[in-house]
């Protein structure tokens, strides 16, 4: 079937929207006409290179709806409405043991540019484009693995939900699935984009008594008092270790760093109390510790969380109800473009402009 996609060629090159070719889904897979999706940084980091082969078809946070099921896929409809995630085997260890983000295979099925079965479904003239995240949301449809798929609530916009895939997944889950903070403690978010807001949002719903929000954007750190933040640091201004020390007589019980930047990071492991725990979701480079000092001796923990922990068929719909009963707000996060403007929407998204783009890419849906 011929579909518009938006295509990355080489590294560092604009995307282009053009007619490629998807096959039909196989047994355990779904096609879906995709309404719209989320642009998060890890498509703006395979754009650099960094992410599946090229040529390939980016996009990992799409929404849409079910056109077509395989004959072994039992818990998904034609006219479903749908999120699609991140791919997962559902069968290894870490699969089996509720850990899908763990998955052993989550490079080869993420990044590595095929399906689950070791083939392609995208072609253009007679050369295979990669799949992403075994999605590949920009487009006009895609074909995933069930897996990938969640079923949602068709009374919510479905244009809006994409997101919930990846970014907003982690940025919750990792508070929900991986602190798991007890109500009253204090916690420090590093970084007030779509991951960091959404750990806001979670940790104001699990009624949390300090929640510092570290950036150095004003509109966005308003924005995460707006959310639940208690206070809004920007690191611009002050010693983030000893502001967040006075806050809180003497550290933050929990952390979530979302920048990557090394010095954030230490900053954000000294600002622990003694036995404090910090999430490490950014993407970062070498930090230099004493592990005597800043670790052993004060009982810390250090943890990466890869989309915050969670199972995309529990957390999702979780989350969808919280929005509904208006305890999740993650909708003032984002911003629409039609698909045509998709480049516009990642120089937007790269400049702070906006912090979740999504991209519309079914026009009766705009």
């Known amino acids: 079937m011929k579909i518009k996609a938006a295509l990355v060629k080489e590294k560092n090159l604009p995307l282009v929207i053009e007619d490629i070719e998807i096959d039909e889904p196989k047994e355990d897979e779904v096609l879906i006409r995709i309404v719209a999706s989320g642009i998060c940084h890890t498509d703006a980091e395979s754009i650099k290179g960094n992410g599946a082969p090229f040529p390939a078809v980016l996009g990992h946070e799409g929404a849409g709806i079910v056109e077509k099921v395989g004959s072994t896929v039992t818990n998904i409809s034609v006219g479903d409405h749908v999120v699609l995630s991140y791919s997962y085997c559902n069968a290894c260890s870490q699969c089996l043991t509720g850990h899908h983000n763990l998955c052993v295979r989550t490079v080869e099925l993420n990044f590595g540019g095929k399906m689950q079965d070791h083939t392609y479904r995208l072609h253009k003239d007679g050369q295979a484009y990669s799949t992403f995240f075994g999605q590949s949301s920009f487009a006009?449809?895609?074909?995933?693995?069930?897996?990938?798929?969640?079923?949602?609530?068709?009374?919510?916009?479905?244009?809006?939900?994409?997101?919930?895939?990846?970014?907003?997944?982690?940025?919750?889950?990792?508070?929900m699935n991986s602190l798991h903070p007890e109500p009253g403690t204090s916690i420090a978010i590093y970084g007030?984009?779509?991951?960091?807001?959404?750990?806001?949002?979670?940790?104001?719903?699990?009624?949390?008594?300090?929640?510092?929000?570290?950036?150095?954007?004003?509109?966005?750190?308003?924005?995460?008092?707006?959310?639940?933040?208690?206070?809004?640091?920007?690191?611009k201004n002050l010693n983030v270790v000893e502001e967040i020390k006075k806050i809180t007589d003497g550290g933050v019980h929990y952390a979530i760093e979302t920048t990557g930047v090394p010095v954030v990071i230490k900053n954000a492991i000294d600002a622990l109390r003694v036995a404090g725990k910090i999430s490490i979701v950014g993407m970062g480079g070498d930090v230099t510790l004493n592990f005597t000092n800043d670790i052993l001796m004060e009982g810390k923990t250090i943890v990466g969380t890869i989309q915050g922990d969670s199972t995309p068929q529990i957390h999702i719909p979780k989350i969808i109800q919280y929005y509904k009963e208006g305890k999740f707000p993650f909708d003032k996060l984002v911003k629409f473009y039609d698909f045509n403007a998709i480049n516009q929407a990642f120089e937007d998204s790269k400049t702070g402009i906006t912090i979740k783009p999504i991209v519309v890419i079914d026009e009766q849906f705009s």
């Open 140 to 175: 006009t449809y895609a074909v995933a693995n069930k897996h990938n798929v969640v079923k949602v609530d068709r009374n919510v916009d479905l244009k809006l939900l994409g997101p919930l895939g990846c970014g907003i997944q982690t940025g919750s889950g990792t508070v």
């Open 192 to 235: 007030s984009g779509a991951v960091g807001l959404s750990a806001v949002m979670a940790a104001n719903l699990l009624g949390l008594k300090d929640i510092i929000v570290v950036d150095i954007h004003e509109n966005r750190l308003e924005l995460a008092k707006e959310l639940g933040a208690t206070h809004a640091l920007n690191s």
